[in-house]
């Protein structure tokens, strides 16, 4: 069972990270999963090929908890692949953390995923009643099942055999004891994969350009959807899944989950945020003395918002960065205190004010409540919310951590309901339409996968299509 996490935020699922042939392939990957830990905080492991086989370690926890140097030392050079995992599909346990390691016929594949399969459990079936035997409840775990299935037609054809049988969002680092290393998407090109490399040749694949920047890695290009990338001792070279699906990028990414910092999908993410809270600005602007987000997630739309209203921006709710991850708590008053140790508000600043709180989302809606009804004790006069997001009111089916309608307080309440269930002054969501022109895309050509505001999911997910 996946534990109950008290902040009312998005979990996205994983990052991945690979690196070819570097004398310090361990010690390298340590770092891109360092730069990557925003994706997942509840495991971390890291594969490296060497002498023929493959020598992993994996553990529970945050990268810098997991491995020192040591450790990574003794994992040693080759061509190494890393994750950093929060589950949404298979158990939270040992057992589930990735890389995941098979064996077969005197060679060793290990794989990294980033996604979510929506036909996993007909494939499993499948695979099952033809004798094979699994070792985790991961989906991610299906892919090399059928891959060893298909070896016999050869490397790049049991590549491309196997994605092809694959429905979902995936982007999949693999390695090889021969020290290949893979990079995979899906053919909508839901999730991120991007390709770098080092001054000294070495090719690196990573959810994220973050980590490319740590290790001075240059930016080469992100994957297209559908593309297989094979790196080698020969280079570098590309096959495609013969499968064509329509584009659709979560747009989640950019306005949620990856790191201000990054590259994705063409756009730096912070520029893109602002632009999103510009384009709020504009379709709800309100007086108030100033602008502020709840850290951190709110920041860089709070910061286009207040610039396009010309009003001052303030950082009204501190957050402590030293507070760990908040699991089951026994009572609700253990609850309300974790949340309030890390966010705590400017006193001074705020009583007897006016404000106007950006926020990036609204998921359940409970910490939203607790933290407006604290500054409503503080002695705030006025408290508008605007959401640089449109209402989140469908659940995800591609690799967030919300597969229930009933857990999305959205698509209980219309938005004067919520106004008054969260205790505001006033409340306005980003339209569909704001959102893809602040992103640079219309609607009749849009890119992005909307499916959480609109319902329109790109890839079935009820079976009826296999």
Known sequence: MTPFMLDDRYRDECGVFGISAHPEAA?????????????????????????????????????????????LKTL????????????????????????FVVRHRQRAYALAHNGNLVNAHLLKHELEESGSIFQTTMDSEIFLHLFIKHLKIGFDEALLKSVEKLRGAFSFVMLTSNGEIIGIKDSSGIRPLCLGKLSTGQYVLSSESCALDLISAEFVRELEPGEIVIIDKNGIRSLFNPIKRKQAFCIFELIYFARPDSTINGKNVYLTRKAHGRQLAIESPIEADFVMPFPDSGNYAAIGFAQQIDLPFEMGMIRNHYVGRTFIQPTQSMRDFSVEMKLNPAKELLRGKEVIIVEDSIVRGTTTRTRVKVLRELGVKKIHMRVSAPTHCFPCHYGIDFSSKGELIAAKYSVPELTDVLGLDSLRYLSIEGMLKATGSK?????YCTACFDGNYPIPFDGSIF
């Open 76 to 99: 040693g050079e080759g061509s190494a692949i890393g994750h950093v995992r929060y589950s949404t599909a298979g158990a939270s346990t040992i057992h589930n953390a990735q890389p």
């Open 27 to 71: 010690q390298m990957t340590y770092f891109g999963l360092y730069a990557l830990q925003h994706r997942g905080q509840e495991s971390a492991g890291i594969s490296v090929a060497r002498d023929g086989d493959i020598f992993s370690h994996k553990e529970m926890g945050l990268v810098p908890d997991i491995f020192d140097t040591p450790l």
């Open 443 to 447: 609607p009749e050509s849009n890119i």
